[in-house]
């Protein structure tokens, strides 16, 4: 209920600012030429269709895009179902078309069986830009996806993350999720091609907790007395992260001795941040991804962005944004930026 | 439980001096529940017209097969076995299996009439083996059902796992075929899914009010020892009815994969309360032996219009999920409400 009062509050001050802020839009230096500066219409409408309505992150996110909208003298319409179904956004897309809304922001809960219902949106001339989870409709309906961040990204930063809390010297571990995770895999490839840089970190294993915690606790324990003299373990799975932080809590001896780092929800790890047991890990920022998206749906709908490799928009105090080429089965997309690091300055700041 | 029994027996086939007289008196309840639907149906239909702007546009139509049809489909079988006073909660995985079979023999390069006929094959055998398990074994069908629903789910994620079929490199499903997603019938604003469901409620209707064989199921659930001595096959009836169940929930899958233009082995995850909501809002008793295919048509329009008019309002999925629970327990409370009262007096007086 308190949420439900929060999200009412939050819409009203939206609409509030958007009175605010109705005068600001067309300023903006933009630095990447004035093409893309201030060619924003106001007064339009981008229905966000999160994976449902109550997942923490997606709600984050939807606020960041009502955010944006507000800015540009917009509303967000947030719509989706309580279960993370296709069958529960179908009637979302179809209200979207109805309201003849400017563009759709959605977060796919199936890659395919949205297509039909997008296309038809499309048809009707509404912009579609997807995040968090992007659709993968072969050739149509044209979208951008919000890429939350590069594949490269996420790998070398957080074993940059790790050389400077071990000095860059030591040996270091990976505690993954499954072994047949397309993400983690591709990360843990660009850890390695990263670890070359740091000649005095040696990667000694990488072992899989299955993102189960009762797994990851039992690999993380034999990977402890099989390696003595472990200096830091990167966990690029939120259960990993978790479940090795709640387990060196308990362990300050082990604490003491080994960094413990990689990706996290903030909400999971604050206490073990406040309390030292961990200095610092990462994620993206969910709100920050959303403003981006509700930017971009902006920009398209209003013509002042393209879908045009290298094309650029403004996303308001993110700055400007390129659009990366298609690559594999990902379409034209823009990514946010490096994942934001968490640590005790900042972290209390997020409720994801 | 003694007091229902007397209830039942009140209506018994059996009894040739007040068989015409019960029957009379079942149809007149049963009228009169049609008849608040429809007044539910013509509030639904007023407060979207109303409140929403985009309610009367025509696509609301189309839209609102589009989303329900597949669904409604289902509610069919599902009422027949619920009038004989079973329950197949294995409907919704039965449609994800099916979909799933589909969609794997398509990824392996099969034409597509074959891997439909496999998969409506898979659906009579699902449903044969839920048959077997209620109706041969007599075992409870909730249990059962509950049972086949994990079952079904979890053969349709061993058979695509993590893929969407048409996956990458995949023909596309025939186009003429996926086009029931994102078209009416020409001239109509008539899904193809509304249409098939409506003929096979007429179907379903006929047989079940107008032939031995829907007599003999109102019988079966009314009052099965006495539909057994008087020589109706309850078994035969009811194991044949899970196999009529899990081909039309599999054909359900098939009209979904194409609507979708593509499947994934959570296709129509948890719609089985959908369809059990349908078919007791429709009027069709929980206990067996009650209710009308009309009223079940009745239901699938009020259920559809409603999600219609919400979402365009952007009413809260919470709250659209409360409203949907509400009606169902008026379904449920009202029509037995006065028996439930008379149960509870006597024990009021007994105490």
């Given at each position: 209920?308190?949420?439900?009062?929060?999200?009412?509050?939050?819409?009203?001050?939206?609409?509030?600012?958007?009175?605010?802020?109705?005068?600001?839009?067309?300023?903006?230096?933009?630095?990447?030429?004035?093409?893309?500066?201030g060619g924003?219409?106001?007064?339009?409408?981008?229905?966000?269709?999160?994976?449902?309505?109550?997942?923490?992150?997606?709600?984050?996110?939807?606020?960041?895009?009502?955010?944006?909208?507000?800015?540009?003298?917009?509303?967000?319409?947030?719509?989706?179902?309580?279960?993370?179904?296709?069958?529960?956004?179908?009637?979302?897309?179809?209200?979207?078309?109805?309201?003849?809304?400017?563009?759709?922001?959605?977060?796919?809960?199936?890659?395919?069986?949205?297509?039909?219902?997008?296309?038809?949106?499309?048809?009707?001339?509404?912009?579609?830009?997807?995040f968090?989870?992007?659709?993968?409709?072969?050739?149509?309906?044209d979208?951008?996806?919000?890429?939350?961040?590069?594949?490269?990204?996420?790998?070398?930063?957080?074993?940059?993350?790790?050389?400077?809390?071990?000095?860059?010297?030591?040996?270091?571990?990976?505690?993954?999720?499954?072994?047949?995770?397309?993400?983690?895999?591709?990360?843990?490839?660009?850890?390695?091609?990263?670890?070359?840089?740091?000649?005095?970190?040696?990667l000694?294993?990488?072992?899989?907790?299955?993102?189960?915690?009762?797994?990851?606790?039992?690999?993380?324990?034999?990977?402890?007395?099989?390696?003595?003299?472990?200096?830091?373990?990167?966990?690029?799975?939120?259960?990993?992260?978790?479940?090795?932080?709640?387990?060196?809590?308990?362990?300050?001896?082990?604490?003491?001795?080994?960094?413990?780092?990689?990706?996290g929800?903030?909400?999971q790890?604050?206490?073990?941040?406040?309390?030292?047991?961990?200095?610092?890990?990462?994620?993206?920022?969910?709100?920050?991804?959303?403003?981006?998206?509700?930017?971009?749906?902006?920009?398209?709908?209003?013509?002042?962005?393209?879908?045009?490799?290298?094309?650029?928009?403004k996303?308001?105090?993110?700055?400007?944004?390129?659009?990366?080429?298609?690559?594999?089965?990902?379409?034209?997309?823009?990514?946010?930026?490096?994942?934001t690091?968490?640590?005790?300055?900042?972290?209390?700041?997020?409720?994801? | 439980?003694?007091?229902?029994?007397?209830?039942?027996?009140?209506?018994?086939?059996?009894?040739?001096?007040?068989?015409?007289?019960?029957?009379?008196?079942?149809?007149?309840?049963?009228?009169?529940?049609?008849?608040?639907?429809?007044?539910?149906?013509?509030?639904?239909?007023?407060?979207?017209?109303?409140?929403?702007?985009?309610?009367?546009?025509?696509?609301?139509?189309?839209?609102?097969?589009?989303?329900?049809?597949?669904?409604?489909?289902?509610?069919?079988?599902?009422?027949?076995?619920?009038?004989?006073?079973?329950?197949?909660?294995?409907?919704?995985?039965?449609?994800?299996?099916?979909?799933?079979?589909?969609?794997?023999?398509?990824?392996?390069?099969?034409?597509?009439?074959?891997?439909?006929?496999?998969?409506?094959?898979?659906?009579?055998?699902?449903?044969?083996l839920?048959?077997?398990?209620?109706?041969?074994?007599?075992?409870?069908?909730?249990?059962?059902?509950?049972?086949?629903?994990?079952?079904?789910?979890?053969?349709?994620?061993?058979?695509?796992?993590s893929?969407?079929?048409?996956?990458?490199?995949d023909?596309?499903?025939?186009?003429a075929?996926?086009?029931?997603?994102?078209?009416?019938?020409?001239?109509?604003?008539?899904?193809?899914?509304?249409?098939?469901?409506?003929?096979?409620?007429?179907v379903?209707?006929?047989?079940?009010?107008?032939?031995?064989?829907?007599?003999?199921?109102?019988?079966?659930?009314?009052?099965?020892?006495?539909a057994?001595?008087?020589?109706?096959?309850?078994?035969?009836?009811?194991?044949?009815?899970?196999?009529?169940?899990?081909?039309?929930?599999?054909?359900?899958?098939?009209?979904?994969?194409?609507?979708?233009?593509?499947?994934?082995?959570s296709?129509?995850?948890?719609?089985?309360?959908?369809?059990?909501?349908?078919?007791?809002?429709?009027?069709?008793?929980?206990?067996?032996?009650?209710?009308?295919?009309?009223?079940?048509?009745?239901?699938?329009?009020?259920?559809?219009?409603?999600?219609?008019?919400?979402?365009?309002?952007?009413?809260?999925?919470?709250?659209?999920?409360?409203?949907?629970?509400?009606?169902?327990?008026?379904?449920?409370?009202v029509?037995?409400?006065?028996?439930?009262?008379?149960?509870?007096?006597?024990?009021?007086?007994?105490?």
């Amino acid at each position: 209920m308190h949420r439900v009062a929060g999200i009412a509050i939050a819409a009203v001050l939206a609409s509030v600012s958007i009175v605010a802020c109705s005068s600001s839009t067309g300023g903006g230096a933009g630095n990447t030429g004035a093409a893309t500066a201030g060619g924003i219409k106001k007064g339009l409408t981008v229905y966000f269709i999160p994976k449902d309505t109550q997942n923490p992150y997606e709600v984050l996110a939807d606020q960041g895009g009502q955010k944006a909208l507000a800015e540009v003298g917009g509303k967000v319409v947030v719509s989706s179902g309580t279960q993370d179904t296709a069958a529960a956004q179908i009637p979302s897309i179809q209200a979207a078309i109805q309201a003849h809304a400017a563009a759709i922001a959605i977060a796919g809960n199936d890659p395919s069986a949205l297509c039909p219902s997008l296309n038809q949106a499309s048809r009707a001339g509404i912009k579609i830009v997807s995040f968090d989870s992007d659709i993968n409709c072969g050739s149509s309906p044209d979208h951008l996806f919000i890429n939350q961040a590069d594949t490269r990204q996420i790998g070398t930063s957080e074993v940059d993350l790790l050389a400077k809390q071990i000095n860059s010297t030591g040996q270091i571990a990976i505690l993954s999720a499954a072994a047949s995770a397309t993400n983690q895999n591709a990360w843990i490839g660009y850890m390695k091609q990263q670890l070359a840089k740091y000649p005095n970190m040696k990667l000694v294993t990488t072992v899989y907790g299955n993102d189960d915690p009762a797994t990851s606790l039992t690999v993380l324990q034999g990977l402890l007395s099989a390696y003595p003299d472990l200096k830091g373990i990167i966990s690029p799975t939120t259960v990993g992260i978790s479940t090795a932080a709640q387990y060196f809590d308990t362990h300050k001896d082990i604490a003491a001795k080994i960094v413990l780092t990689g990706l996290g929800l903030p909400s999971q790890m604050k206490s073990y941040v406040l309390d030292g047991t961990v200095k610092s890990f990462e994620l993206w920022n969910p709100s920050n991804l959303g403003y981006l998206a509700g930017y971009a749906a902006a920009s398209l709908a209003s013509g002042s962005a393209s879908l045009q490799t290298g094309a650029s928009f403004k996303a308001g105090s993110l700055g400007s944004y390129q659009v990366a080429a298609a690559s594999g089965t990902t379409g034209p997309s823009v990514v946010l930026g490096p994942p934001t690091v968490f640590d005790a300055s900042n972290i209390s700041q997020f409720n994801f | 439980m003694t007091s229902d029994m007397a209830t039942r027996a009140r209506h018994s086939p059996g009894d040739e001096g007040t068989d015409t007289a019960g029957r009379r008196a079942r149809w007149r309840s049963a009228a009169r529940w049609e008849v608040g639907l429809v007044v539910v149906l013509i509030g639904v239909l007023v407060f979207g017209a109303g409140e929403s702007s985009t309610f009367v546009d025509p696509t609301t139509f189309f839209y609102l097969g589009i989303n329900i049809g597949y669904i409604a489909i289902m509610a069919l079988p599902m009422t027949l076995i619920v009038m004989t006073g079973e329950i197949d909660l294995s409907v919704a995985s039965m449609l994800g299996l099916s979909g799933s079979v589909l969609g794997v023999l398509w990824h392996h390069g099969w034409s597509f009439v074959p891997a439909v006929v496999v998969a409506l094959l898979v659906g009579a055998l699902g449903g044969a083996l839920n048959g077997i398990l209620v109706a041969k074994a007599g075992l409870p069908s909730i249990a059962v059902t509950i049972g086949t629903l994990t079952l079904f789910r979890g053969l349709a994620e061993i058979l695509l796992g993590s893929l969407t079929v048409p996956a990458a490199g995949d023909r596309q499903f025939p186009a003429a075929l996926t086009n029931i997603g994102v078209a009416p019938i020409p001239g109509t604003q008539l899904s193809y899914t509304t249409v098939i469901f409506l003929v096979l409620a007429v179907v379903c209707g006929v047989v079940l009010h107008a032939t031995p064989l829907g007599r003999a199921m109102h019988a079966v659930g009314l009052q099965p020892e006495a539909a057994q001595f008087s020589g109706i096959r309850v078994r035969r009836i009811k194991f044949w009815l899970y196999v009529v169940s899990g081909v039309v929930c599999a054909f359900a899958g098939m009209l979904l994969t194409l609507q979708n233009s593509s499947v994934s082995y959570s296709a129509g995850t948890g719609l089985e309360l959908n369809v059990v909501a349908i078919v007791l809002f429709g009027g069709v008793s929980i206990f067996g032996g009650r209710g009308t295919v009309v009223g079940v048509v009745l239901s699938v329009a009020i259920f559809g219009a409603l999600q219609m008019a919400l979402t365009q309002l952007n009413v809260q999925p919470e709250i659209q999920n409360i409203i949907t629970g509400a009606l169902l327990l008026i379904s449920v409370v009202v029509p037995n409400g006065g028996e439930a009262i008379g149960r509870l007096r006597e024990r009021i007086k007994r105490k």
